[in-house]
């Protein structure tokens, strides 16, 4: 059978840094557990517009449907904030989202015992923290229409429209009630339905779903500013917490900030089953493209290397794999090891980017 296929859009800033070391990572995995991919390499967001004159040409699109996953760095810099904006780094991003259809976006927030020193909160606050935020990535505020800004006499008005379909609200949130019975089997809904239309048919439809078909899953509501609060009041309250794509963005890099460092989060975004059986997916980071260290070795690969985890997880169903490789993390943060972004006020010297990546891979070599 030939080797299940990965596209590679290293991107802009410092995902190309993060994605050679998740690239040796790959190599392991092929070299020693007989788990072998079928690698190809391509442009996208300002590496893109450079090279094309678009974030993200039709044939690199074609390509992304064709494979069994993506796996992206990062989008954007200084260089490209002038561009028009359906040219900016940002819109090839949206656009893969989009095209490919992958409406459950899963941002894991886990604090590693390591690091719960290194929050902003207090360690007993995030210790052994594992959150699940499933946010909803294809419809909503983000791609609603009427949208633009536009003259009404002699001003500017800008719009943008919260759009939702039931089918849309209702295919989430049952990637949330699966997701939560292989977790704590608990999910909590947000949205504002005490001042958005939008939002009360978001918690019917989920209060359906739940009846219908996951009734064994418990299942609570809260008004979205509220689960800001409650995240950072208590957030080991939470399992698996279900909202839309514009209080999923913002609740998500909250919930990142709880487990120390932005530079360690990963990403799955899922869509239907292909022809395979496998969902379409793209792996990501949560951080972004950081230009302002990009190119200096302080990058924290880590974020990326547990993206490409999450691939063994939910694409290649190597769920043991993605364990080994979980543990190979943990296991190099216990010893001390930091990137830049993880040094605080304790005056350790950090390694670079790529000591990290092989420190990972020294601690997988361990492992077998
Ligand atoms: C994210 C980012 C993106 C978003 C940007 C870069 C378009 O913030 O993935 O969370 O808003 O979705
Ligand atoms: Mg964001």
Known sequence: MANPSLLILAGDGIGPEVMAEVRKVIDWFGANRNLAFDV???LIGGAAYDAHGVPLSDETMARAQEVDAVLL??????????????????????????EMDLYANLRPAQC???????????????????????????????????RGIHKEGNERVGINTQ???????????????????????????????????S??????????????????????????DAGAMQLTRWPKQFDVIVTDNLFGDLLSDLAAMLTGSLGMLPSASLGAPMANGRPKALYE??????????????????????SFAMALRYSFDQGDEATRLEKAVEAVLADGLRTADLIGEEGRSPVSTS???DAIIAKLAESV
């Open 199 to 224: 939002g009360v048919l978001w918690r019917e439809v989920v209060t359906e779903v739940h009846a219908a078909e996951y009734s064994d899953v418990e299942l609570s509501h809260m008004y979205a």
């Open 285 to 306: 980071p949560v951080h972004g493209s950081a230009p302002d260290i990009m190119g200096q070795g302080k990058a924290n690969p880590i974020a990326c290397i547990l």
């Open 112 to 146: 590693f015992d390591a690091l719960a020193d290194f929050s902003s909160l207090k360690p007993e606050v995030v210790g052994g923290l594992d959150v699940m935020i499933v946010r909803e990535l294809t419809s909503g505020v983000y791609f609603g229409e009427p």
């Open 73 to 98: 760095g990062a989008v954007g810099g200084p260089d490209y904030d002038n561009l028009d904006f359906s040219l900016k780094p940002e819109r090839g991003l949206l656009r893969i989202r989009k």
């Open 40 to 42: 190809s390499e391509d």
């Open 163 to 197: 759009r939702y379909t039931e089918s849309e609200i209702a295919r989430v949130a049952r990637s949330a009630f699966e997701l939560a019975r292989r977790r704590d089997n608990r999910v909590c809904s947000m949205e504002k339905a005490n001042v958005m239309e």
């Open 355 to 357: 000591e990290m990546g």
